[in-house]
């Protein structure tokens, strides 16, 4: 077996909707990251955790709240056992793990991604949990299980492979505690509580850390009384030991950040704004993108592979699709509709008009993606669509334990039986990788409302601009680098660092009335010049083949021998 240069470590990755093992954009991005580096060829593998339970099924009541569902899946059905066995040292006992193996192909290869799994029978009945539910559970079980994904990775990468790999990516804080591993083997005794500085720069020099968010409850922290209780004295002496467990709690951002050789933020914005948030770092940016094959949707596919056959092979040749015919681009967009507006009538029995302005919002049901703006004023909404007609439709989970997300989608609700017949709004249920394709291909304009500087970066307005796609959104996150004003889309509010809530919701009704709905109506093939900007500027570039490029060149560095 070749040994991998580089090792992915993700809590979530989002590979095949039958397997549950994601709950939103950071899974999503993972598996594009895993996509783009078998199609680049690189030597990589990827670490998860197989989460047999899943996420969750997310139904609606009557009033738009939301309930969740068992969302279990069998890897005996869809993946491959892996020989190796490991086990842990957690809570002053062996805690059990086996793997599953899943092959992703690409173009010019493959990586193969790895399922950790406690669910088997010399475990206890809690420990075989611990690998069951994404995202659930107390601080102690979610500590738990952060050890099998960073710890558990390490080990089995050992067992796997004799010659360990050159790096260690890990994809968010979740994965932290694999540091620890690294620095235990560049230690004399493997004892990380005991490593010097040089130990400390061996160590360093073989990971990478890419931090996705600047809130706060994104970054996991632990009591040092829990870690000594899960992970024994020899890993808390080692947290204390190397600075990362201030006022007596474990950061597992900060744990990655001290032991890292190379930080990012992902996207320019959030790289200013994550270096505001931990100073003491240089903080480098790579600005997120998707995976062009996977996201575009058929019939755009069809007008590229007819005139730029080269970009499934080089998602920049997408740059090429500005010489693409507009009647070509919008017949292909209105096959994508009629996809998107079938789901929608045969998963609510509403029948959309495909002639009528379509917007579409699709995120994670939280606070401060505020997916309710766009219904601030419903009197001023309802005028502007009886003018010129609009239809909404709408996707994304709330966290079953967000109460606040959960208030944000029966609001919709709310506003979509206020609004009645002068605006149809749907909210579709189960925002999963089938229904997102067909979501962000299938609407006119993509809307996009984050509270600013909050979005580190999102993904859903890359993968609607592949499909010829133009966002109206706040300029935050990637959309500060996509945004070209009437060219690429529509940006709402101005470029400061923090929004203005007022002037947002102004800018957001005026872009609609006065310049989005005119557009579409009024001069069809002015937008669909729109859409075709959208795919050779932003599609050719915010997509995952450069993103893993810059990641080869910057971060992993393997030409250089850097790590």
């Known amino acids: 077996m070749i040994p991998p240069a580089v090792a992915y470590l993700s809590m979530e990755i989002a590979l095949d909707p039958r397997m549950r093992t994601y709950a939103g954009g950071l899974g999503v991005l993972a598996g594009d990251t895993v996509r783009a580096a078998a199609d680049l060829g690189l030597p990589l593998v990827a670490v998860t955790l197989v989460h047999r339970s899943g996420y969750f099924e997310q139904r609606f009541d009557a009033e738009g709240r939301q309930s969740e569902l068992p969302a279990a899946w069998s890897p005996e059905e869809l993946l491959e056992p892996v020989s190796a066995r490991i086990s842990l040292g957690l809570e002053g006992r062996a805690v059990h793990i086996r793997a599953w193996r899943k092959e992703v192909e690409g173009r010019e290869g493959s990586v193969p991604v790895y399922f950790l799994d406690t669910d088997v029978p010399e475990n206890t009945a809690g420990d075989r949990a611990l690998t069951g539910t994404l995202y659930g559970g107390d601080e102690r079980y979610r500590l738990r299980q952060e050890a099998v994904l960073g710890l558990g990775a390490f080990a089995l990468l050992r067992a796997?492979?004799?010659?360990?790999?050159?790096?260690?990516?890990?994809?968010e804080g979740h994965a932290a505690l694999l540091t620890l591993a690294v620095l235990a083997e560049a230690s004399l005794g493997g004892n990380a509580a005991a490593a010097g500085a040089a130990e400390?720069?061996?160590?360093?020099?073989?990971?990478?850390?890419?931090?996705?968010t600047p809130v706060p409850a994104g970054h996991d922290r632990f009591s040092m009384a829990l870690v000594r209780d899960v992970l024994g004295e020899e890993l808390a002496s080692a947290i204390e030991a190397n600075g990362c467990a201030p006022d007596g709690v474990l950061n597992m951002t900060h744990l990655a950040l001290s032991l890292s050789r190379y930080v990012n933020g992902v996207a320019m914005r959030?790289?200013?704004?994550?270096?505001?948030?931990?100073?003491?770092?240089?903080?480098?940016?790579?600005?997120?993108?998707v995976h062009a094959v996977m996201w575009t949707a058929d019939?755009?596919?069809?007008?590229?592979?007819?005139?730029?056959?080269?970009?499934?092979?080089?998602?920049?040749?997408?740059r090429y699709a500005i010489t693409c015919p507009l009647e070509e681009i919008r017949a292909a967009h209105a096959e994508a509709k009629a996809a998107l507006l079938d789901h929608v009538h045969r998963g609510t029995a509403r029948t959309l008009d495909p002639s009528v302005l379509t917007i579409g919002f699709a995120r994670r049901a939280t606070a401060y993606k505020r997916a309710d703006l766009v219904f601030s004023d419903l009197e001023r909404l309802r005028?502007?669509?009886?003018?010129?007609?609009?239809?909404?439709?709408?996707?994304?989970?709330?966290?079953?334990?967000?109460?606040?997300?959960?208030?944000?989608?029966?609001?919709?609700?709310?506003?979509?039986?206020?609004?009645?017949?002068?605006?149809a709004v749907v909210y579709l249920e189960e925002h999963d990788l089938e229904l997102a394709k067909v979501l962000c291909a299938g609407v006119d304009v993509w809307l996009n409302t984050p509270q600013k500087p909050l979005e580190a970066s999102g993904t859903s307005g890359m993968k609607a601009a592949l499909n010829g796609v133009p966002s109206l959104s706040v300029l935050d996150g990637w959309w500060v680098e996509g945004h070209v004003e009437g060219v690429t889309g529509w940006g709402i509010g101005d470029a400061s660092a923090t929004g203005d809530p007022v002037l947002e919701v102004t800018d957001l009704y005026d872009k609609l009335e006065r310049v989005v709905a005119p557009l579409y109506y009024d001069r069809p093939l002015a937008f669909a010049e729109v859409m075709r900007s959208a795919?050779?500027?932003?599609g050719s570039f915010f997509n995952a083949q450069r993103m893993v490029e810059q990641y080869v060149q910057n971060a992993y560095r393997l030409k250089e021998g850097a790590a």
């Not at 796997?160 to 994809?171: G, I, M, Q, S």
């Not at 019939?299 to 997408?318: N, Q």
């Open 383 to 423: 005028a502007i669509s009886r003018a010129r007609r609009l239809q909404l439709v709408f996707a994304g989970k709330a966290h079953p334990r967000d109460d606040g997300g959960k208030d944000i989608i029966a609001r919709v609700h709310a506003a979509a039986r206020a609004l009645g017949a002068d605006l």
């Open 160 to 171: 796997l492979h004799p010659e360990p790999p050159r790096v260690y990516h890990l994809n």
């Open 200 to 212: 400390r720069e061996r160590a360093r020099a073989q990971c990478v850390f890419t931090t996705h």
């Open 299 to 318: 019939p755009i596919a069809r007008v590229h592979d007819r005139h730029i056959p080269e970009w499934r092979r080089d998602g920049h040749y997408l």
């Open 535 to 538: 795919i050779a500027l932003n």
């Open 270 to 289: 959030h790289g200013e704004v994550a270096q505001g948030m931990f100073p003491g770092y240089p903080m480098n940016a790579i600005t997120n993108g």
